[in-house]
T-cell receptor, first 113, second 115 residues
Framework: KQEVTQIPAALSVPEGENLVLNCSFT??????LQWFRQDPGKGLTSLLL?????REQTSGRLNASLDKSSGRSTLYIAASQPGDSATYLC????????????FGTGTRLKVLA | EAGVVQSPRYKIIEKKQPVAFWCNPI?????LYWYRQNLGQGPELLIR????????DSQLPKDRFSAERLKGVDSTLKIQPAELGDSAVYLC?????????????FGPGTRLTVL
C-alpha cells in the first residue's frame, strides 16, 4: 500500500530565505507526482506536476525534483515571501488499480515579514 | 474560465440528519473526483467518475454515502445519516480526462460540521 510522508509538518522562516520541503513515498511504481498549495479555507492549487520519467520541473521561484528509485521528491522555494505562506501537499499517482492520487499530510509553511 | 464550483461552502447539522453537497466541474472535464479531507490530513479519494460512470468508489462508505453524476456534468454527494466522524472538508475536483498527464483542478470545498 502506497504511503506518502511529508517532513517537516510545519516550518517557519524569515522572508527571503530559500527553503526545501520534502516528500517521500513507499512504492516507486508511480505515474507522476504533483505538488499542491492549499490556503486556509480553500481548495488545492496545482503548482508542479512531474511525470515519472522526469527528474524535475520548474515554475518561477519553484523547483520540484523527483527521485523515483529512492521514493523522494523535494520542492524548492527560492527567495520566500509572506505570500508563500500556506500548506504544501504532495501527491503521487499510483500505477496499480485505478491510478488514484495518494496525498501526504502536508507541510504548513509560514514566511515571516 | 470558471473553476470548479461547490455548494454549500459550509454546513452544520446534527448527527443522524441527511446532508448533500453539490459540485459543478470545469466545462468539458470528463473526470470528476470527490475527496474528504480531515483536519491536518491530506485529501482521501471517495469516488471518481469518468463521465457518468463511477470507476473507483472503493473508499466510499456505501452504507451511508451515495453519489451521482447525472448527464456526466454536475455531481451530488449525499450522506444519510450523518455521524460525528463525518465532520471534514469535502472537496470536488475535475480534470479533462483520467490521463496520467492531466492535472486535477479543485473546488473550494464544503466544510461539514456534525454536532
Amino acid at each position: 500500500k502506497q504511503e506518502v510522508t511529508q517532513i517537516p509538518a510545519a516550518l517557519s522562516v524569515p522572508e527571503g530565505e530559500n527553503l526545501v520541503l520534502n516528500c517521500s513515498f513507499t512504492d516507486s511504481a508511480i505515474y507522476n507526482l504533483q505538488w499542491f498549495r492549499q490556503d486556509p479555507g480553500k481548495g488545492l492549487t496545482s503548482l508542479l506536476l512531474i511525470q515519472s520519467s522526469q527528474r524535475e520541473q520548474t515554475s518561477g521561484r519553484l523547483n520540484a525534483s523527483l527521485d523515483k528509485s529512492s521514493g523522494r521528491s523535494t520542492l524548492y522555494i527560492a527567495a520566500s515571501q509572506p505570500g508563500d505562506s500556506a500548506t504544501y501537499l504532495c501527491a503521487v499517482r499510483t500505477t496499480s488499480g485505478t491510478y488514484k492520487y495518494i496525498f501526504g499530510t502536508g507541510t504548513r509553511l509560514k514566511v515571516l515579514a | 474560465e470558471a473553476g470548479v464550483v461547490q455548494s454549500p461552502r459550509y454546513k452544520i447539522i446534527e448527527k443522524k440528519q441527511p446532508v448533500a453537497f453539490w459540485c459543478n466541474p470545469i466545462s468539458g472535464h470528463n473526470t470528476l473526483y470527490w475527496y474528504r479531507q480531515n483536519l491536518g490530513q491530506g485529501p482521501e479519494l471517495l469516488i471518481r467518475y469518468e463521465n457518468e460512470e463511477a470507476v473507483d468508489d472503493s473508499q466510499l462508505p456505501k452504507d451511508r454515502f451515495s453519489a451521482e453524476r447525472l448527464k456526466g456534468v454536475d455531481s451530488t454527494l449525499k450522506i444519510q445519516p450523518a455521524e460525528l466522524g463525518d465532520s471534514a472538508v469535502y472537496l470536488c475536483a475535475s480534470s479533462p480526462s483520467a490521463a496520467r498527464t492531466d492535472t486535477q483542478y479543485f473546488g473550494p470545498g464544503t466544510r461539514l460540521t456534525v454536532l
